[in-house]
C-alpha cells in the first residue's frame, strides 16, 4: 500500500515571497503520477500541479513548481511570489498509473500568506 | 476539464435519518469516486461508483452504510444511511477522465449530523 507524508501541518509566508510545502511518498510502483491540490476556505478541491513519475523534468504551473526526486521519494511544491489567495490547505496526493486506481492523500499542510 | 456539480451542498440533519448525495458530470467519465473529508482530516476514499454493476468499497466502509449508484457514465449518488453525529464531514466526488491522468473533484457537499 502506497503512504504520502506531509510533515509540515502548518506553514506562513509573507506576500511576494517564496514558499516550499514538502511531500514524501513510499510506494513500489514504477509508474505513477503525484500531485499537488489546494482547498481554500470554501472547500472545493483544485489541482495545482500533476507530475509523471516516468518524467525527469519537473513540472511547472505559472507561480507553481514541483521539485521531484524519484529516488529519495520526495515531490515539494515550491510557490513563488506568494498571494494573499494562495491561502488554504494544501494536500499532495499519490496515483498508481493503473486504470481504476484512486488517490492516496497525504495529511495536509496549511498556509497563510501574510501581507 | 470535467464540470462536476454536487447536490446538496450542505445539510443538517438528524440522526437516524437517510441523506442522498448526487454527482453530476457534464461529460461521459470512466470512473467516478467517492471521498470522505472528516473534520480537520484529510480526504479517505469510501468507494470506486462503476457504471452498471455493485461499487468497490474501501476498508471501512460498506454498502448498507454508504450505496452507491451509478446508472450511466455522467451520473452517481451516496446515500449515508442510519447517520449519526460521526458522520458528519465533507463528501466528495470526484472523477477520472477518459486519458486516466487526473482526477477532478466536485465542490463537496457538506454534511452535519446532529
Known amino acids: 500500500a502506497q503512504t504520502v507524508t506531509q510533515s509540515q501541518p502548518e506553514m506562513s509566508v509573507q506576500e511576494a515571497e517564496t514558499v516550499t510545502l514538502s511531500c514524501t511518498y513510499d510506494t513500489s510502483e514504477s509508474n505513477y503520477y503525484l500531485f499537488w491540490y489546494k482547498q481554500p476556505p470554501s472547500r472545493q478541491m483544485i489541482l495545482v500541479i500533476r507530475?509523471?513519475?516516468?518524467?525527469?523534468q519537473n513540472a511547472t504551473e505559472n507561480r507553481f513548481s514541483v521539485n521531484f526526486q524519484k529516488a529519495a521519494k520526495s515531490f515539494s511544491l515550491k510557490i513563488s511570489d506568494s498571494q494573499l489567495g494562495d491561502t488554504a490547505m494544501y494536500f499532495c496526493a499519490f496515483m498508481k498509473d493503473n486504470a481504476g486506481n484512486m488517490l492516496t492523500f497525504g495529511g495536509g499542510t496549511r498556509l497563510m500568506v501574510k501581507p | 476539464s470535467a464540470v462536476i456539480s454536487q447536490k446538496p451542498s450542505r445539510d443538517i440533519c438528524q440522526r437516524g435519518t437517510s441523506l442522498t448525495i448526487q454527482c453530476q458530470v457534464d461529460s461521459q467519465v470512466t470512473m467516478m469516486f467517492w471521498y470522505r473529508q472528516q473534520p480537520g482530516q484529510s480526504l479517505t476514499l469510501i468507494a470506486t461508483?462503476?457504471?452498471?454493476?455493485?461499487?468497490?468499497?474501501e476498508s471501512g466502509f460498506v454498502i448498507d452504510k454508504f450505496p452507491i449508484s451509478r446508472p450511466n457514465l455522467t451520473f452517481s449518488t451516496l446515500t449515508v444511511s442510519n447517520m449519526s453525529p460521526e458522520d458528519s464531514s465533507i463528501y466528495l466526488c470526484s472523477v477520472r477522465g477518459w486519458l486516466g491522468e487526473t482526477q477532478y473533484f466536485g465542490p463537496g457537499t457538506r454534511l452535519l449530523v446532529l
Open positions: 507530475q509523471e513519475a516516468y518524467k525527469q
Open positions: 461508483a462503476n457504471q452498471g454493476s455493485e461499487a468497490t468499497y
